[in-house]
């Protein structure tokens, strides 16, 4: 049973540039959130999908959308990357109506803004 | 402002002895506190779960405790070894709106020396 995979593990991008990254949920897990977590720091939320539409949104800019797809998969998008973007961008998955939140998370995708 | 603390970025302890690691938030009230284990270069994994309404669950070598007056979480492990070394996060889910985010502290790095 495959856990969540995120691609790629590693990018390096340029101020101003724009970046997709992908993830794919654990097997029957039909809800996907994302996280960014700068070095030293806990995760923070970004948004988070279900049945392909944004649920919740934690308090970043609109330069950070996202995407499911039917499959339960998704993609978060920044455009006009910023140095701050720089961090461990993290996807989680879980079960909608599982009585517990608890999250399944990926291995992460390193994002350096340069 | 919502505020999760994590007692010290940094706990080292030896090889036997019992870790004790606390959370203390302000201005939530979760319904469920969570703790996470991660890794170098790896996402949280869930290791332990607790209910507003409970005061203590065990797992294994790991015991958590809840205080919902104090506002705090005390994460133990007993006869700690060397892997047991990483970063532990604790994470407050808000329910009563829908499932979804998790608020993380920025976690204790724990090393367990032989």
């Known amino acids: 049973d495959a856990g969540v995979t995120q691609s790629p593990t590693h990018l390096i991008k340029t101020r101003g540039q724009q970046v997709t990254l992908r993830c794919s949920p654990k097997?029957?897990?039909?809800?996907v959130s994302w996280y960014q977590q700068a070095l030293g720091q806990g995760p923070q939320f970004i948004f988070q999908y279900y049945e392909e539409e944004e649920r919740q949104r934690g308090n970043f800019p609109d330069r950070f959308s996202g995407h499911q797809f039917p499959n339960y998969s998704s993609e978060l998008n920044v455009n006009a990357l910023l140095l701050g973007d720089s961090a461990l961008y993290l996807c989680?998955?879980?079960?909608?109506?599982?009585?517990?939140?608890?999250?399944?998370f990926g291995a992460g995708t390193r994002l350096s803004v340069l | 402002s919502q505020k999760i603390e994590q007692n010290s970025e940094a706990l080292n302890i030896q090889e036997g002895k019992t870790a004790t690691l606390t959370c203390n938030y302000t201005n939530y009230s979760p319904a469920y506190l969570q703790w996470y284990r991660q890794d170098p270069g790896r996402g949280p994994v869930f290791l332990l779960l607790?209910?507003?309404?409970?005061k203590e669950k065990r797992k294994e070598r790991l015991k958590v405790t809840f205080d919902t007056t104090l506002k705090q979480s005390l994460f133990h492990i007993t006869a700690s070894q060397p892997a047991d070394s990483a970063t532990y996060l604790c994470a407050l889910d808000r329910r009563g709106s829908t499932l979804g985010r998790l608020y993380f502290g920025r976690g204790t790095q724990l090393t367990v020396w032989p």
């Open positions: 097997s029957g897990h039909d809800t």
């Open positions: 607790i209910r507003e309404n409970e």
């Open positions: 989680a998955s879980s079960f909608r109506t599982g009585s517990k939140n608890i999250q399944y």
